[in-house]
């Protein structure tokens, strides 16, 4: 499957926030954003007009780089959100959350998603005893998330676990670092989300 291997700071000056793509470094003063406070390129500190669709579209990309996701998968969470009951924007946010990966970034398994992503993939993890090796796997309420035996040794899953505490864990979700477990309590509320994510301009922009 395709992915971007480029370097992921440009998202964070692209967007003018931190997207936390680096992990440990996104909270040091050798963040991108710190450094240079504006869109990479050479036209990066110009000022330019921004058109209804630009500012439709710049949401759209935040939340796709925040949860590393290409065009093609996120317009399928998209289609169903729009398919599912409820508000389709927070529905949309809900499917991204549930994400596997997100739970394990969220658990403090891993200080970045795209860290996450690896471990999942390279077979970390067990859901609910069994071995689950997608990324992208849809968690649910319910759901026991554990770290396999042999890879409770791992440096840089120890390594999160310790500098989880200033992340700290959703309300949403259950941690237990002595038994390297977490769980899911519940889907997370509108509220959960503390991103700086305008979901409706996103509905916007998919519903021209």
Known sequence: ???YTGAVCRHCRREGL??????????????????RNYPPGEHG??????????????????????????????RRYFAMADRGK?????TLLQLLERRLDNIVYRLGFATSRAE?????????FRLNGRKVDVPSYLVRPGDTI????????VACIREALELAQRRGVPDWLEMNP?????????????ADLTMPINEKLVVELYSK
Request: charged fraction near 35%; include cysteine.
């Open 45 to 74: 500190q110009a000022r330019p007009k921004f058109s209804e669709y630009s500012i439709q579209l710049r949401e759209k990309q935040k939340l796709r780089r925040i949860y590393g996701v290409l065009e093609r998968q996120f």
């Open 178 to 190: 002595e038994t390297f477990a977490g769980s899911v309590k519940a889907l997370p509320a509108r």
């Open 18 to 35: 931190k997207l936390f793509l680096k992990g440990e470094r996104c909270y040091t003063d050798k963040c991108a954003i710190e450094r």
């Open 86 to 90: 409820g508000v389709t924007g927070e």
């Open 146 to 153: 554990t770290v396999r035996e042999r890879s409770r040794q």
């Open 116 to 124: 996450a992503r690896q471990l999942v993939r390279h077979g970390h």
């Open 1 to 3: 499957m395709a992915r």
